[in-house]
């Protein structure tokens, strides 16, 4: 699994226009796991299985995680099919 970061999470909730607790909620995890994953800009400090949990739903969701590149690691919107 690549890494995500806080603020891709914070950004990808932002481009879904959900809250905190919606994203807790569609990935079954806590309103405390996914705050303390965006109060770092890099890699949260929660469990491997949280964060896999909070990245797979937010790409079920519809986001791209955009890894660093020379521009910055980032999220968009998948190219629909």
Same mark, same amino acid.
Request: charged letters at 30%; proline letters at 4%; a positive charge.
């Given at each position: 699994?690549?890494?995500?970061?806080? &603020?891709?999470?914070?950004?990808?909730? &932002? !481009?879904?226009?959900?809250?905190? $607790?919606? !994203?807790?909620?569609? &990935?079954?995890?806590?309103?405390?796991?996914?705050?303390?994953?965006?109060?770092?800009?890099?890699?949260?400090?929660?469990?491997?299985?949280? !964060?896999?949990?909070?990245?797979?739903? !937010?790409?079920?969701?519809?986001? $791209? +995680?955009?890894?660093?590149?020379?521009?910055?690691?980032?999220?968009? +919107?998948?190219?629909?099919?």
């Amino acid at each position: 699994m690549s890494e995500i970061t806080g &603020a891709q999470i914070r950004a990808s909730r &932002a !481009l879904l226009r959900w809250t905190a $607790e919606d !994203l807790a909620k569609a &990935a079954s995890t806590g309103v405390m796991t996914i705050r303390r994953a965006e109060a770092e800009d890099g890699r949260p400090s929660i469990t491997a299985a949280n !964060l896999k949990l909070i990245k797979m739903t !937010l790409e079920d969701a519809g986001i $791209e +995680f955009i890894p660093e590149n020379g521009g910055g690691a980032g999220v968009r +919107f998948k190219k629909p099919r």
